[in-house]
């Protein structure tokens, strides 16, 4: 898979750029964890998404936040890592413009940025939030949130308590025209570390999602 370099806000980015032979193929971006937690674009879960929206024919990338791995800059609370996703995106759409569909997928820290970038760019067509942390991050911006999506939490992530993700898709069930699909995973921690138990019903469950959204063609 091709390490590749490209121009952010504060300097240089790093991804890994994982292209279809198909030239109209969907596109999809994944974004990471908390750079400040040891977040990266090889966090277990962030590569699991990311392969998952390949195997379904997407060309998707991923990338480090600045001040992360290889990527220039410094950690900017959230400022700068939406900037760099807006980045991200561009550098994606610009080798991809005959791409009909094109989705965002954040874990953590990445979904509450993943669905601030939904906000700003119309032409996301689809999200998955892997454990939005909806305790820490105010995520009322989604007024209204303008496409259908999931959002997937495990039962027992510590982090980011199921109490929190529920509010949070309750205030999103309320509003006309997108549809808000929210599933959980028994006994999941905030990382469904147990690869059988939880990381794999997961992705599982993210792929049955997107390939269902795929087929009825729509936002």
């Known amino acids: 898979m091709p390490e590749v370099i490209f121009a952010g806000p504060e300097g240089r980015l790093e991804g890994r750029y994982h292209p279809q032979k198909d030239r109209d193929a969907p596109i999809a971006i994944v974004l990471h964890p908390h750079p400040q937690f040891g977040g990266t674009m090889n966090n277990k879960v962030v590569y699991n998404l990311h392969y998952a929206f390949y195997n379904l024919g997407f060309t998707v990338l991923r990338f480090n936040f600045r001040g992360v791995g290889r990527s220039q800059g410094e950690y900017d609370q959230g400022i700068g890592e939406l900037s760099d996703a807006a980045s991200a995106l561009d550098y994606l759409q610009s080798m991809n413009q005959n791409a009909k569909h094109c ?3 954040g874990f953590s820290f990445g979904a509450w940025i993943g ?3 939904l906000m700003r760019r119309p032409e996301i067509t689809g999200f998955v939030s892997v454990a939005p942390p909806a305790n820490m991050y105010d995520f009322s911006f989604l007024a209204p949130c303008p496409s259908s999506g999931l959002i997937i939490n495990g039962t027992a992530d510590k982090v ?7 509010s949070l898709v309750n205030k999103l069930h309320e509003q006309k025209g997108i549809t808000i699909t929210h599933e959980q995973i028994e006994g999941a ?3 469904f570390k147990d690869e059988e138990a939880h990381m794999k019903p997961m992705i599982d469950t993210v792929t049955a999602y997107v390939k269902r959204r795929l087929g009825e063609g729509s936002r």
């Open 160 to 166: 980011a308590p199921p109490k929190d993700t529920v």
């Open 103 to 105: 989705w965002v997928a």
């Open 189 to 191: 921690d905030h990382f």
């Open 115 to 117: 669905m601030q970038l």
